[in-house]
């Protein structure tokens, strides 16, 4: 997954084109012909996506990115883009009612 993030936001390479594709699998050591063969199957993991998809959608699930930090007394959720300063303030809660 970071090999296919280095594509995306570092080189700013289209993230469903094969040439990325190619190139993020086998940055992440995946050997060449089983990649090419995995996108060359358009239906290859199309249900299992499709699945998931539905489970997270019945979870309530509807925002990207969709975060949920495990408090010790409570869940936080941060849905959808957010500064750094709405991360750094949950991450200080969680360690204040940790201790």
């Known amino acids: 997954m970071l090999a296919l993030y280095s594509q995306y936001f570092e080189n700013e390479k ?3 084109s094969n040439e990325t ?3 993020a699998a086998a940055d992440a050591g995946i050997s ?3 990649a090419k063969a995995f996108i ?3 239906n290859e993991g199309v249900m299992d996506t499709k699945l998931a998809l539905q489970e997270q959608k ?3 699930i509807d925002a990207v990115p969709y975060i949920i930090v495990e408090g010790k007394r409570r869940d936080f959720t941060l849905e959808g ?3 750094i300063e709405e991360y750094e303030k949950v991450l200080h809660q969680v360690v204040k009612e940790s201790t």
């Open 14 to 16: 289209h993230p469903s």
């Open 21 to 23: 594709l190619l190139k």
């Open 32 to 34: 060449e012909a089983d």
């Open 40 to 42: 060359d199957d358009r």
């Open 58 to 60: 019945g979870n309530g």
């Open 81 to 83: 883009a957010k500064e």
